[in-house]
């Protein structure tokens, strides 16, 4: 209790100096036409050392579960974000003021919000389903098991096929000696690869969606890339899984039970289909916006996070069973809570090292601390290394959106011919307003790069994806020693940068 009435009031100092210190009150200025504007900090006036927050926040999540022990961002992720967070927004906001404030605002409002709620959502949701049955964890159940959480990501998104699946893996190999790789696999392939191919799969992808790419056509553009890896992995995954299965015997022990297998709880996908709906309402809908303390927030997303409050709510309530099921279902929650607070750390630290990379890819030239490194892109592998990598520690939907902005600005497309472009086929294009058809067809791997770098190198890191940190936390939960943030990288580095070598051989050049 001390601790939160801390936090409330270290906030609240907080509000109070920006208040009562600055006079550009929330970004406001008067543009030529003497209309009000708001914005934050330009990130040509942020040095590179301000992202300092940034990099301290990450290397707690990697030091300090193995200084003290595993449970750490259990028990303290919350004061460690707070902490991280208050060293870069108290000085953030004394030096720039309101802008500050907008900046601090903005990112909370459109972002981390929007974020959490629809994982808060998918997760309580997902977490009412239930698989029952004797399932044994055999190297063939596992990788079917893999298999279908890998097809049905793209249409539940990443984080519910997550939540769906990892416990009944868990189960499934309780009497596995080597369980590590079961878990770490499952990361790489239900909660990050295969969410590949509609913007309901992964956040960047929805983004995209909301920019006026056509929500099919991740669908076409990503799916001969995502079957390519996806292949390679899930049999790779059957080869170290049945080497490990000989290692330790290879034989299932009974344990008496011939439960059939069944599915309870599918009352839930009602609520499921109902965050998905709520989720293409917001792109497809435009209702007007509110003004909040100078943020614009549209009417459609705000809708859109209520029906997804409210389909969770009904999940608790009203499903038919709901104790019993979340009971065994071993259903708490702890991992939902441990994200919320580190990535409300995240959210925070992570602003300027976004408004760096904005300023570097300003389409005129030489503005930024990054510039020079954002002109040097100019090919389709070039977007998918650098998008992919900043992905795998920065937050993947504002990277994908940078670098989106990026290509259109590097070939001179304004937005609004994004839909008419990628819904055209190659021969069917036209110059339109003196950009050529090689520029347009430039645009289209580009894109398909960014997307494919954003959503598949999400899996390098725990904090690529936040399945990912969820994954990992139910997995220790059930007694599993994950690897460390590096240790978990090196698993990355070894199976997943050669494959991500191929993808650029045989489709970026």
């Keep these: 209790m001390k601790s939160k009435i801390l936090s409330c009031l270290i906030l609240f100092f ?48 990697a030091i300090l579960p193995l200084v003290f ?26 030096v720039f003021g309101g802008k500050a404030f907008y900046d601090i605002l903005h990112i909370y409002l459109l972002d981390y919000i929007p974020f959490i709620i629809l994982l808060w959502g998918l997760f309580t949701v997902a977490g009412g389903i239930l698989v029952r049955g004797s399932l044994r964890g055999t190297p ?54 295969g969410g590949s191919l509609t913007p309901i799969g992964d956040p960047p992808l929805f983004l995209g969606f909301l920019k006026g790419v056509p929500f099919f056509w991740t669908t076409t553009a990503l799916l001969p890339h995502m079957l390519f890896i996806s292949v390679i992995l899930i049999a790779l995954f059957f080869v170290i899984d ?8 290879g034989v299932v022990p009974e344990d008496g039970t011939k439960e059939p297998l069944r599915v309870d709880g599918l009352f839930n996908l009602v609520f499921l ?25 549209y009417w459609q997303n705000i809708t859109r996070e209520l029906l997804i409050v409210l389909m969770g709510i009904l999940s608790l309530v009203y499903a038919p069973f709901k104790g019993e099921l979340r009971q065994t279902n071993e259903f708490s929650w702890e991992p939902i809570e441990e994200v919320a607070k580190v990535f409300a750390g995240i959210f925070i630290t992570i602003i300027p090292a976004l408004a760096i ?35 795998s520690f920065l937050d993947n939907a504002p990277t994908y959106l940078t670098f989106f902005t990026t290509s259109l600005g590097n070939l001179g497309i304004p937005d609004e011919m994004v839909p008419t472009i990628l819904s055209t086929p190659y021969d069917k294009l036209e110059v339109v307003n003196q950009i050529t058809v090689n520029d347009q067809q430039k645009f289209v791997d580009f894109l398909t790069a960014i997307s494919i770098g954003a959503v598949f190198m999400g899996a390098n890191t725990y904090i690529g994806n936040a399945p990912n940190f969820m994954v990992k936390s139910i997995a220790e939960q059930s007694g599993i020693r994950m690897p460390s943030f590096f240790g978990y990288m090196l698993w990355s580095i070894v199976i997943l940068f050669p494959l991500f070598v191929v993808v650029t051989f045989v489709f970026l050049r």
């Excluded at 708001?38 to 040095?47: A, Q």
């Excluded at 049945?242 to 015997?249: H, L, N, S």
């Design 14 to 61: 907080i509000l109070v100096l920006t208040l009562s210190a600055t006079l550009d009150v929330f970004g406001a200025d008067e543009d030529a036409n003497g209309k009000v504007v708001h914005h934050g900090v330009d990130g040509k006036n942020l040095p590179i050392w301000s992202i300092i927050p940034f990099v301290g926040i990450l290397l707690s999540i």
């Design 69 to 94: 022990d595993s449970h750490f961002l259990v028990h303290h992720g919350g004061k460690m974000s707070l902490v991280w967070g208050l060293v870069f927004a108290i000085p953030y906001l004394a």
């Design 140 to 193: 063939v159940v596992n990788t079917l098991m893999l298999l279908f959480g890998t097809v049905i990501a793209s249409w539940v998104g990443t984080t519910g096929a997550s939540m769906l699946l990892i416990r009944p893996l868990i189960r499934a190999n309780a009497y596995r000696k080597n369980k590590v790789h079961l878990i770490v696999f499952f990361i790489f392939l239900v909660s990050n690869i």
């Design 242 to 249: 049945t080497i490990m299965f000989k290692r330790e015997g």
């Design 273 to 297: 289909f109902g965050i998905i709906g709520a989720v293409l309402m917001s792109g497809t809908f435009k209702w007007g916006e509110v003004n909040i303390l100078g943020v614009h927030v």
């Design 357 to 391: 990379l904005k300023a570097g890819q300003d389409i005129t030239g030489a503005n930024g601390v990054v510039a020079r490194s954002i002109d040097a892109i100019q090919e389709p592998l070039h977007y998918f290394w650098i998008t992919g990598i900043l992905s």
